[in-house]
C-alpha cells in the first residue's frame, strides 16, 4: 500500500467490470449478470491486508455488485449514487482522511467530479476520451479485465 494513499474509491460497471450487463429471462424472471476480475480481486484484498479502505461508489443499484463487494469484505459500498462527490466527502469525513490521501478509478462522465478531490486518479484503457484525458493515469488493462489491479500495483510503486 501506498504510504500516502489510504482510501480507494472503485467505479463498478466498466471499471470492476468490461461494462456489460447480460440480461437474461430465467423461469419467467429477469435475470442479471456480469463478470469481475479474478486479478482485481486480489489486488483489493492485498491492498486491504496491507491497511487501506477501498469504498464502490457506483451510480447503479446492483444486487450483483453487493454480493462481489461482500466477498472481497468491502465495507464502504455505496449503489445507485447520483452525486459520486458528495459521497466520497462523506466518506473521507468517517474515516478522517484527506483528499491527497485519496485515489479513485472511474470509466465515464459520472466519475470526473472525483477526479480533481482525489490526489491520483485513474481511468481503464478503455474509457470515455474526457476521463482519459483528466486522469493522472491511464491503465493499460480495459475495463474487467484488470485495470483495478494495475492500478493498486502503480499506487504501491509510487514512493510519497
Request: charged share 25%.
Amino acid at each position: 500500500m501506498s504510504d500516502m494513499i489510504k482510501l480507494i474509491v472503485l467505479d463498478v460497471d466498466g471499471t470492476m467490470t468490461n461494462g456489460q450487463i447480460t440480461l437474461s429471462k430465467i423461469k419467467g424472471e429477469i435475470v442479471e449478470s456480469k463478470s469481475f476480475n479474478i486479478k482485481d480481486g486480489m489486488g483489493i484484498a492485498l491492498w486491504q491486508q496491507n491497511g487501506g479502505i477501498v469504498a464502490i461508489i457506483s451510480g447503479r443499484k446492483c444486487e450483483i455488485t453487493q454480493h462481489r463487494a461482500k466477498e472481497l469484505k468491502i465495507a464502504e459500498v455505496h449503489l445507485g449514487v447520483e452525486d459520486k462527490l458528495a459521497c466520497l466527502k462523506k466518506i473521507c469525513e468517517k474515516y478522517r482522511i484527506l483528499p491527497d490521501n485519496t485515489a479513485c478509478i472511474g470509466d465515464d462522465v459520472n466519475d470526473i467530479n472525483m477526479y480533481a478531490f482525489c490526489r491520483y486518479s485513474f481511468a481503464p484503457a478503455d474509457a470515455c476520451g474526457i476521463n482519459k484525458a483528466r486522469a493522472s493515469f491511464v491503465t493499460h488493462a480495459r475495463g474487467g479485465e484488470g485495470c483495478v489491479r494495475e492500478m493498486i500495483d502503480i499506487l504501491d510503486s509510487i514512493k510519497d
